[in-house]
């Protein structure tokens, strides 16, 4: 069984390629802190609105604009919580590396 190192590096190496980037930009189109905020994901699959903030550096409105977009996209889901409490869970890529 392949190491979560191993498939964290198959997936990047994965999403690199130039039509599963594509298909990603397709997705949430017009939402350029969308895309940083998919590449944040692969770091971990979980994000809440304090943690794209600070990863985007962007206000708390940019942040959950970003992550609305994610959700309509089906790239993330809501996980638990509410108000500033809620994760959201990028489920594609936690499976990915979950092996």
């Not at 895309?35 to 940019?62: C, M, N, W």
Request: proline share 7%; aromatic share 8%.
């Amino acid at each position: 069984m392949a190491s979560l190192v191993e498939r964290r590096t198959a997936f990047l190496t994965h999403y690199q390629d130039a039509a599963y980037a594509r298909r990603y930009r397709e997705l949430v189109p017009g939402s350029p802190k969308a895309l940083l905020l998919i590449d944040k994901l692969f770091e971990s699959p979980y994000i809440t609105v304090p943690r794209a903030t600070e990863a985007l550096g962007v206000s708390p409105p940019t942040a959950r604009s970003a992550i609305r977009a994610l959700v309509r996209a089906g790239l993330l889901e809501e996980l638990a919580g509410s108000g500033w409490r809620r994760v959201y869970v990028a489920r594609p890529i936690l499976e990915i590396l979950e092996g």
